[in-house]
């Protein structure tokens, strides 16, 4: 079965961080850009950050970028997202596709997503 699992997103209080982790089954990650993607109540899905194949070319979404550091092991097909200096507006289920590009305006041609993972910020 071809899947991705998303872990590590719970509750955490302002100015915490917290990493979600991004595991692929079924299929190997070496050959596809992974992107972070977030929905929040009441709001559109949008994309948060986005990394090469090759792990040398990353982007971000502005509201993210210095806080949010994407990554990806492919020797463990496995992504992951770091996220410092949470804010309440960080609130969102996260998800993580594979995409089959990276350019620098994020991830494109998205063929798998994870079911995604609830990052709650508050005090």
């Known amino acids: 079965q071809l899947q991705l699992v998303e872990s590590g997103g719970g509750l955490v209080q302002p100015g915490g961080s917290l990493r979600l982790s991004c595991a692929a089954s079924?299929?190997?990650?070496?050959?596809?850009?992974i992107g972070w993607f977030r929905q929040a109540p009441g709001k559109e899905r949008e994309g948060v950050s986005c990394i090469s194949s090759s792990g040398g070319l990353a982007n971000y979404a502005d509201s993210v970028k210095g806080r949010f550091t994407i990554s990806r092991d492919n020797a463990k097909n496995t992504a992951y997202l770091q996220m410092n200096s949470l804010k309440p507006e960080d609130t969102a289920v996260y998800y993580c596709?594979?995409?089959?590009?990276?350019?620098?305006?994020?991830?494109?041609?998205?063929?798998?997503w994870g079911k995604g993972i609830l990052v709650t910020v508050s005090s």
């Open positions: 079924g299929f190997t990650l070496d050959y596809y850009a």
């Open positions: 596709a594979a995409g089959s590009y990276y350019s620098h305006n994020g991830c494109g041609g998205m063929q798998y």
